[in-house]
């Protein structure tokens, strides 16, 4: 093939901290460990002691796994869902 | 490079397309015209570059399913202004990078070609099946195409090469019983209910040359198509005018359920 265009990785990913309870869903369904799983500093509610970060973005494949598996709609890729 | 004549080869559309359309969607009552494909060869880029430099690329990257959701008129997920009427996607366009890789702009990412990806999903019994999955999944070779053009049917910049209908289950029997009634046999679905508008409804009909259905896929479900009960038929571009006329002329196949209004 002349002209074969490879696969970049690497996505913008964001997190509504507002909406993400900490499920640590992303984190074991992501095939390239993008997600890592952080304590809020200071949160009092036991309900949100946890959250999720994207410490990996530029590792993002683009599979989408993680939008397909958070329970509250939190995360945005390219500022989509 | 890219004269008239290669133009009148290549690019001009050879049926009435907006007649066929307007057709179809009067006899099987379309909530939504109908949506073409055309898929830009890697090895003909530099010609078919001026040919489409006025269809306008997203703001921003999408899915697949979200740029034909978007060309159909039902929602605007290009970031552009106004609705486009047709689309044109670079393989950085591509939000999903399945759904690229298997319209042929690349090569799957490695997770996602081993199965991991779906397995970790928790989808599948194995490693071994997810993988064997993945692979029977349609696509076309990585790098064999440069760009998608995706566009209101009626509106075809460039003869499409599939066809995108989308209607409830009891449109598609429509669709399907004239498709088949002519020639005869029956129709061996290529199915799985992933990559569903991508792989089923875009790369089957193109490989096998055959109508093919897809119930569409959780992915497409979820970022484009919310109407539960829409499913969508690909149908390779030259069978369509005959599909048309099979519809107008022969007997209708009876419809006992009346579809509801807000369905139509």
């Keep these: 093939m002349t002209d074969v265009n490879i696969f ?11 909406k993400c309870i900490g499920c640590r869903r992303c984190v074991e369904v ?17 309900n949100r002691e946890y959250k999720s970060i994207a410490l990996y973005p530029e590792k993002c494949i683009l599979c989408l796994s993680c939008l397909e598996i958070c329970p ?4 945005y890729i390219f500022g989509k869902q | 490079m890219a004269g008239p004549l290669l133009e009148e080869q290549l690019i001009k559309p050879k049926h009435d397309w907006k007649d066929l359309t307007s057709k179809i969607v009067k006899k099987l009552k379309l909530k939504y ?4 494909v055309f898929l830009v060869p890697s090895v003909h880029k530099e010609r078919y570059e001026k040919f489409f430099e006025d269809i306008p690329r997203p703001n921003g990257r999408l899915t697949y399913c979200q740029a034909v959701e978007t060309v159909r008129g039902s929602t605007n997920y290009s970031g552009l202004p106004e609705p486009p009427d047709a689309l044109r996607l670079k393989a950085e366009d591509f939000m999903c990078a399945a759904g690229a890789a298997n319209l042929g702009l690349y090569d799957l990412p490695e997770p996602i070609k081993n ?14 099946t997810s993988r064997i999955t993945r692979e029977k999944i349609p696509r076309l070779e990585p790098g064999s195409i440069s760009e998608v053009i995706v566009f209101k049917l009626p509106k075809a910049p460039v003869e499409p090469q ?16 004239h ?42 479900r979820a970022h484009a198509f919310h109407d539960p009960t829409e499913m969508g038929a690909g149908i390779p571009a030259e069978e369509f005018p005959d599909l048309v006329e099979n519809l107008l002329n022969r007997q209708n196949i009876p419809m006992r359920q009346t579809l509801p209004e807000n369905l139509r």
Excluded: H, W
Aim: aromatic fraction near 6%.
């Design chain 2, 179 to 220: 498709y088949l009634m002519k020639k005869g046999g029956r129709l061996n679905i290529d199915l799985l209910g992933t990559c569903g508008v991508c792989s089923e409804m875009t790369v089957s009909p193109l490989v096998n040359r055959k109508m093919n259905f897809s119930l569409l896929c959780g992915g497409a």
């Design chain 1, 72 to 75: 509250t709609n939190a995360i």
């Design chain 2, 33 to 36: 015209e109908p949506v073409g």
């Design chain 1, 30 to 46: 992501c095939p390239e460990d993008v997600y890592e799983l952080v304590k809020r500093e200071g949160e009092t509610n036991p």
């Design chain 2, 162 to 177: 599939v066809v995108l209908m989308f209607g409830v289950p009891a449109q598609i029997l429509a669709l399907e019983g």
């Design chain 1, 8 to 18: 970049k990785p690497g996505a913008e990913i964001t997190i509504d901290d507002k």
């Design chain 2, 115 to 128: 199965g991991e990806r779906d397995f970790l999903l928790r989808r599948f019994y194995s490693l071994e």
